[in-house]
């Protein structure tokens, strides 16, 4: 099944005798922009006499991203990435990310999903997990893979594309 400029595939579904869950596959975009008048990141602490940056152990990285549903920025509007990325392995391989995702699209504009975990940050693919969410993800579970789509040369933009697999519990205002 291609996920593919689709932005949202939900079913239903049962695990165990519990209440029927709810299963959302949402496959978007993010837009790092990282110098200029609009960058969307910041790098805003790190270790004293070390130079801040993703790959330096104890550097502190807060983005804004813009969030789209294909890989072109003018493409529809889904939300934006806020969170914080902390360089916490020694090796400066392994960052720490606590992200959240703020839906702005129709469908599912005033929900939040919480993406947290370890990010190894040089993998083609880097999975996180999904905690919790807001609105219509209330109790969502799951997990997010990211994976470099696009990086510019000189490397002062790029795009990712993140996929979302989350279940949570079914309500009615889904409907
Ligand atoms: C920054 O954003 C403004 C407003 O959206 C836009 O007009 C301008 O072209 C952007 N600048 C760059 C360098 O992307
Ligand atoms: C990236 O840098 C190039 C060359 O300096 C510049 O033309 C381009 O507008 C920059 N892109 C962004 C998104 O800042």
């Known amino acids: 099944m291609t996920l593919l400029f689709i932005v949202a595939i939900s079913s239903l579904v049962h695990i165990g005798s519990g209440m029927p869950l709810r299963e959302t596959k949402l496959s978007v975009f993010l837009h790092n922009f990282?110098?200029?008048?609009?960058?969307t990141v910041a790098v805003v602490a790190g270790v004293a006499g070390k130079k801040w940056s993703f790959i330096e152990f104890?550097?502190?990285?807060?983005t804004?991203?813009?969030?789209?549903?294909?890989?072109?920025?003018?493409?529809?509007?889904v939300g934006r990435?806020?969170?914080?990325?902390?360089?916490?392995g020694l090796d400066g391989i392994n960052s720490q990310v606590m992200?959240?995702?703020?839906?702005?699209?129709?469908?599912?504009?005033?929900s939040t999903l919480e993406i947290q975990g370890i990010s190894k940050q040089f993998d083609k693919i880097r999975e996180l997990s999904v905690i919790s969410g807001t609105g219509k993800f209330r109790?969502?579970?799951?997990?997010?893979?990211?994976?470099?789509?696009?990086?510019?040369?000189?490397?002062?933009?790029s795009v990712v594309r993140l996929n979302v697999t989350v279940q949570y519990p079914f309500t009615w205002t889904h409907v």
Do not use: H, W
């Open 34 to 39: 990282q110098s200029g008048p609009n960058a």
């Open 58 to 62: 104890g550097s502190l990285i807060v």
């Open 64 to 77: 804004d991203n813009p969030v789209t549903e294909t890989s072109n920025i003018k493409s529809t509007p």
């Open 81 to 88: 990435a806020q969170g914080m990325y902390a360089t916490a």
């Open 99 to 110: 992200l959240t995702l703020v839906f702005s699209n129709k469908k599912y504009d005033g």
């Open 139 to 157: 109790y969502a579970r799951g997990f997010a893979t990211f994976e470099t789509f696009f990086v510019a040369n000189p490397p002062n933009y």
